[in-house]
């Protein structure tokens, strides 16, 4: 299973971009990366997922390099509503067996 | 559409009773999971089915019991409830398994349980 590392916390104000990067050193040949946000008292919600390049939605982007040991997901201009915990996923693309979450990443966004 | 829905969303227990937390999604997915999230803690994997009549241990399996009852329906249960099983427990759903898509979870809304 590939082991995911990210930062305990950031933050940022309002209106910047925020970039928050997640190393899976160990990531195997079909396994996708995704991202998850989480709110207080909420389950996590899905964000976006990727293989490989970048990947855009209408909420982020993913940029994932060559090599995919890690990943970046980018959040344009921020809001206050932006605010969560931010998860990063590896699994397999043909077995969701074991999907294991890391501790994640607290954005804090002030005005 | 409901997409995963979790009974009870609270519950106090007192150490050593047993209860039965529910899980069940509308949306036909394949795989389920149960999942636990301690204060200010991310979250650790329960138990997952990865298909109907299927069932595996996650990272911290001891002192549950999980039953696949059919395709919708995931159970999580407590048999002699301690204390360190005082957390939030998480439903989630997956359709991964009939097509080639990877870690899109669906997740409950929650069951906050605390056991005294």
């Known amino acids: 299973l590939a082991k995911t590392t990210q930062p305990i916390s950031m933050d940022s104000y309002e209106g910047q971009e925020v970039n928050i990067t997640c190393s899976h050193n160990n990531i195997a040949t079909n396994d996708y990366i995704t991202w998850y946000q989480q709110f207080p008292s909420q389950g996590p919600r899905f964000i976006i997922q990727?293989?490989?390049t970048k990947v855009t939605n209408e909420v982020a982007s993913l940029f994932i390099p060559a090599d995919r040991k890690s990943s970046t997901l980018s959040l344009p201009r921020v809001s206050l509503s932006d605010t969560a915990v931010y998860y990063c996923l590896v699994g397999r693309s043909y077995n969701t067996d074991k999907l294991i979450f890391g501790t994640g990443t607290r954005l804090q966004v002030f005005p | 559409n409901a997409g995963v829905t979790q009974t009870p969303k609270f519950q106090v227990l007192k150490t050593g009773q047993s209860m039965t937390l529910q899980c069940a999604q509308d949306?036909?997915?394949?795989?389920m999971y149960w999942y636990r999230q301690d204060p200010g803690m991310g979250l650790r994997l329960i138990y997952y089915s990865a298909s109907e009549g299927t069932t595996d241990k996650g990272e911290v399996p001891n002192g549950y019991n999980v039953s696949r009852l059919n395709k919708r329906e995931f159970s999580l249960r407590l048999e002699s409830a301690a204390p360190s099983q005082t957390s939030v427990y998480f439903c989630a759903s997956s359709l991964a398994g009939v097509v080639q898509i990877a870690g899109e979870l669906f997740f409950g809304e929650g069951s906050r349980l605390t056991v005294l």
């Open positions: 990727g293989y490989k």
């Open positions: 949306m036909n997915h394949n795989s």
